[in-house]
């Protein structure tokens, strides 16, 4: 990675709960300067952020009992470039399907997510996935409870999909959503890819 | 343009894996485990930000005051708490209880607790935990046990605590414990491990994992006798990925306000000025007995070796 990361601002990492430090490690691996972000004023000067795995009931409601609900909308509203994994991806979608009561998500890409979309955890699986954005080879990828998008909308851009068709990443203007965890393999080209948008964005830089 | 949605279905992959099993406790952490007798409760649980459920059919502290043997709970009180919420659902079965476990998985639980909260069913063996395709979290009092759960298959570990007391000092002995001995191990010499190994009673292969990692290779949480957010937020401190809390939450004298309580308190473990917050006004908590005033033969982190 160049020199001009280290000086860059930092890219934060929603820490409320779930796997944080994974994607924590993998940014700087890359070379970015990652910090953790539980309050609002620590989204006050990230260039990007990371939602992590997790349990998405749980994000939404300390997101929303913290004050970090309203200033990561107001944020993503802005332009911040945003990458979801599995519960990140719910967090990012405008509509959920098989929430819990009253659960809501940041919003921002155009997009039914369904929660829980493969069944239980004995259903949780590793396959390999076709990325065209990413180029050969194949990702490996780990679904794990994973939601699936239901529908897309016609602002979002599906990246993936399985086999029978369920699309399993999307982006749209400076968000990037996957069912998947790429931080819990040793492929990180959709890191590298969140990281390029950090950098060309330049959000508050 | 939209996609069909045919739900439940998995594609071709590959399922019960060890990364997806050691994987589901990964997204776990930082979050709190709040144990649940009945669907009623497990839905307050999950209302109040329960990141997964642990079903079971007596809550420690009744189990302790009711005696008796205590088993896996009724499959129709499971399939209750699996349809009533969509967060992971956990169930304990026996030690040893291979056949418990058997029916767990069917019932499509997401985390099997191979618990010595229930009445042991075999003293000698521990289930053979490789044969699931469902995963497994396991006690443990120290860092040799935890290991030989590891060697059996477990993908997650809880320090093992006194459960359904309420009091927290065998949760914290047992957390620091644990943390103690990795912290011994990476700083010893390759030469070193190999009697390390025989001391803890651990297949040497983990040990020098663990030595060149300085970390356990699953996600450690803690349990027994957490009660408080100030309890939950200590077990953070002490270097905890995540709580379990059993009795403490449905025993106290306000559960959904508590439980609230102990999940925020888990995210913000550090931060004394949040944890004072939601410490205020919850009621009573659990009764709770010292450990110290419990013979022996009630000790239940006793069980299992």
Redesign the interface.
Same mark, same amino acid.
């Given at each position: 990675m160049a020199g001009s990361d280290t000086i860059a601002p930092p890219v934060g990492v929603l820490a409320l709960q779930g796997d944080f430090r994974e994607h924590l490690r993998v940014l700087t691996m890359l070379g970015a300067r990652a910090v953790s972000v539980r309050r609002p004023e620590e989204l006050d000067d990230v260039s990007g952020l990371v939602i992590p795995g997790g349990e998405s009931s749980v994000m939404d409601k300390l997101s929303r009992s913290f004050g970090m609900a309203e200033p990561v909308r107001a944020a993503i509203d802005e332009g911040l470039p945003v990458y979801g994994t599995c519960a990140g991806l719910i967090m990012l979608a405008d509509r959920i399907v098989d929430g819990i009561p009253g659960q809501r998500s940041f919003g921002g890409i155009d997009i039914a997510v369904r929660r829980n979309a493969f069944g239980p955890q004995t259903a949780s699986f590793e396959v390999d996935l076709d990325v065209p954005v990413l180029g050969d080879p194949p990702l490996h990828a780990v679904f794990i409870r994973a939601p699936v998008v239901d529908s897309l909308g016609r602002e979002a851009t599906p990246l993936s999909a399985l086999d029978d068709g369920r699309v399993v990443a999307v982006e749209q203007g400076n968000l990037i959503g996957t069912s998947f965890h790429p931080e819990m393999t040793n492929d990180y080209r959709f890191h590298r890819y969140f990281l390029d948008r950090v950098r060309r964005v330049a959000f508050r830089g | 343009? $939209?996609?069909?949605?045919?739900? *439940? $279905?998995?594609?071709?992959?590959? !399922?019960?894996?060890n990364? #997806?099993k050691r994987?589901?406790a990964?997204?776990?952490?930082? *979050?709190v485990i709040m144990d649940v007798v009945t669907a009623d409760q497990a839905k307050l649980a999950?209302?109040a *930000?329960? #990141?997964?459920v642990m079903a079971l059919e007596r809550v420690p502290a009744d189990i302790r005051s009711q005696g008796g043997v205590a088993r896996m709970s009724d499959p129709d009180l499971i399939d209750g708490i #699996?349809s009533a !919420?969509?967060?992971?659902v956990m169930a304990k079965a026996r030690i040893g209880h291979f056949v418990e476990a058997q029916i767990l998985?069917e019932l499509?639980?997401?985390?099997i607790d191979e618990s010595e909260v229930l009445s042991p069913a075999d003293y000698v063996n521990h289930i053979d935990k490789w044969k699931f395709?469902?995963?497994f979290v396991c006690g443990a009092t120290n860092l040799g046990e935890a290991l030989r759960r590891i060697n059996e298959g477990a993908a997650m570990i809880r320090s093992k605590g006194e459960a359904g007391t309420g009091d927290v000092s065998e949760a914290t002995k047992h957390i620091r414990k644990i943390k103690s001995e990795v912290a011994a191990l990476s700083s010893m010499s390759k030469d070193e491990l190999y009697v390390a190994a025989k001391e803890l009673q651990a297949p040497y292969d983990i040990v020098v994992e663990i030595a060149e990692t300085g970390t356990l290779p699953v996600v450690l949480f803690t349990a027994g006798g957490v009660a408080t957010p100030a309890d939950a937020a200590m077990m953070m401190q002490l270097g905890a990925d995540g709580v379990f809390v059993g009795s403490g939450i449905f025993k106290s004298g306000d559960p959904a306000k508590r439980a609230a309580a102990v999940?925020?308190a888990t995210?913000?473990y550090d931060d004394p000025a949040v944890l004072a917050e939601v410490s205020r006004g919850l009621g009573e908590a659990m009764v709770g007995i010292n450990v110290a005033d419990l013979a022996a033969p009630h000790r239940l982190a006793e069980r299992g070796w």
């Open positions: - | 343009m $939209s996609t069909s949605a045919s739900s *439940g $279905s998995t594609p071709s992959g590959e !399922v019960g894996s990364r #997806v994987g589901l990964e997204m776990l952490k930082g *979050g999950e209302d *930000g329960a #990141v997964a #699996v !919420v969509s967060i992971p998985q499509g639980v997401d985390y395709t469902v995963p999940v925020k995210t913000f």
